[in-house]
């Protein structure tokens, strides 16, 4: 391997992680459930099967400017076999 490509890919990992380490407010958020989004007013904006095991959702809100999309992946060989990601989209 070419060390000039390790010491770049060690710099990204560096920076990838103090950016991690920088957001507090990341940390502070609850995470963002399907459930949640849905009892405080969202409403889905839009579906779609992304691929075999994947589906995307995506919410809006009234009150809102920015929409919500959650990834919900469906594998029944992990545990928990139902495994969502929501986030906001600005």
């Given at each position: 391997m070419n060390p000039m490509w390790s010491g770049v890919r060690a710099i990204a990992?560096?920076?990838?992680?103090?950016?991690?380490a920088s957001t507090p407010v990341?940390?502070?958020q609850p995470a963002l459930t399907i459930e949640k989004l849905l009892s405080d007013g969202w409403e889905v904006a839009g579906y779609i099967s992304a691929?075999?095991?994947r589906s995307l959702i995506l919410f809006k809100h009234k009150e809102h400017k920015?929409?919500?999309?959650?990834s919900v992946l469906l594998d029944v060989m992990r545990s928990p076999r139902v495994v969502t990601y929501c986030y906001e989209l600005r």
């Open positions: 990992c560096a920076l990838i992680l103090q950016l991690l990341a940390a502070q691929w075999e095991n920015h929409l919500v999309q959650c």
